[in-house]
């Protein structure tokens, strides 16, 4: 590349994030394509199909496998998955004749609907035993993240999402260059481990709070969404639907709990204005 400084004029080598088509497979039927960075690329299946409403349990998938002869040649280009669901998984009709692209800054591609969310998740989070969280534990949470993003440190240009336990210990990370992308690795890892619902658990984004991350956050069970950025409208209005707490603008002491906020252990009354 050619870098320019203060009127300096340089030429350097750069390392850039990469970005991929990932087409994802049903039981062998075209779903969707997603742009993401390679990597932990069954777990973003995965957990892309945990937050359709599709699997719920490790015992839900039989297997993922990458798709050989994806090209006209016969080569395998390893941009192509094929999930298995296990006998007897009730597949909705929606995935039977969905077949999308999203970008990498987009999870859902117009199918939001706060009723399909509502009336799909698993594990109601209203349901759920009550987590507390206190404003030190949430805001102690971004710094941790940045300490393990390893592949942003080189690039730049990555989200991450983090798993943290309700004592802020952090569980899992990952990145990519969509965010819905790294969010759905960790909910496919944590898929593929028996985890789920995610009930006790944090889930920090690295940008803003868009409709389709509360979605996930919902579809996983997790309780608590945080963002360093803004969320939407829309974003907001489910959590209220369904109980999520939501939290933006999470930027050092500083924080904005947009709903749920029964969850967050205040230590005096909040001020008006």
Request: aromatic share 4%; charged share 20%; hydrophobic share 45%.
């Amino acid at each position: 590349m050619l870098r320019i400084r203060d009127g300096a004029v340089s030429t350097r080598p750069d390392t850039l994030v990469a970005e991929e088509p990932l087409e994802i497979r049903l039981n062998g039927k075209p779903l969707a394509v997603t742009m993401r960075t390679p990597g932990d690329d069954f777990a973003l299946a995965a957990g892309f199909l945990v937050s359709e409403g599709v699997l719920a349990a490790a015992c839900d998938l039989q297997n993922i496998v990458y798709c050989a002869g994806a090209t006209a040649d016969g080569s395998n280009t390893y941009n192509v998955v094929d999930v298995k669901t296990a006998p007897g998984v009730a597949l909705p009709d929606f995935t039977l004749e969905r077949n999308v692209y999203t970008s990498s800054s987009c999870g859902l591609c117009g199918k939001a609907s706060l009723d399909a969310v509502r009336t799909t998740a698993r594990w109601p989070i209203a349901d759920t035993p009550p987590l507390r969280v206190t404003p030190q534990l949430l805001a102690a949470l971004p710094d941790r993240l940045r300490e393990v993003q390893r592949v942003f440190d080189r690039t730049g240009g990555l989200h991450a999402a983090a798993l943290f336990g309700e004592d802020g210990e952090l569980l899992d990370v990952r990145e990519d260059v969509g965010r819905h992308n790294a969010v759905d690795k960790l909910v496919g890892r944590a898929l593929q481990n028996g985890d789920l619902p995610l009930s006790r658990t944090i889930l920090l984004v690295s940008g803003r709070a868009s409709f389709e991350l509360a979605q996930k956050a919902v579809m996983a069970g997790i309780p608590v969404l945080a963002a360093v950025s803004a969320p939407s409208s829309l974003a907001v209005d489910l959590a209220a639907e369904t109980g999520l707490t939501l939290v933006g603008f999470l930027r050092g002491s500083s924080m904005n709990v947009y709903a749920g906020e029964d969850r967050v252990a205040l230590e005096a009354v909040p001020t008006q204005g």
